[in-house]
């Protein structure tokens, strides 16, 4: 990982991660944990003309807008807000380079785990129904 990926990564840190974590805190009512491995990602925006546009598209499309997406719907009540609070202790976010879709989501103990690479970016349905669905079901 370059200076240009380095750069891309802590912009989107230090920018568009903090309007996140409000957006979400404001669905679900409660903040919540995050713990990503942020230079898991490097390697994606590497060989992308423009890796800070790369990285807000790959970590939104990716990740935070299924997330959202999913949270808005088990967050539409109160029921829904009071189990996702009792539970979600926090969101894990990796990269290993091998899932995407359903494949690289899980839920156990509390700790949503996503791990998705650069692939299919415009599916954020796909996955906020995986995430959805996983969190759900262990409410």
């Known amino acids: 990982m370059g200076l240009a990926e380095k750069r891309a ?3 989107f840190k230090g920018g568009k991660f903090n309007e996140i974590q409000k957006q979400i805190e404001s669905i679900t009512g409660f903040p919540v944990e995050f713990d990503i491995a942020w230079d ?25 807008n299924p997330i959202i997406n999913a949270f808005r719907s088990i967050c539409s009540d109160d029921m829904g807000k009071t189990a996702l609070k009792g539970s979600l202790k926090k969101i894990q976010m990796i990269n290993t380079g091998s ?24 599916q954020v349905a796909e996955r906020e129904a995986a995430i959805r669905t996983k969190v759900e079901s262990a409410l």
């Open 9 to 11: 990564i802590e912009g």
């Open 40 to 64: 898991n990602f490097g390697s994606q925006l590497e060989g992308k003309s423009n890796p800070a546009e790369a990285m807000n598209e790959y970590m939104e499309g990716m990740f935070f």
């Open 99 to 122: 899932h995407y879709g359903e494949y690289g989501v899980s839920y156990d103990s509390g700790v949503l785990k996503l791990d998705f690479y650069y692939t299919n970016v415009d």
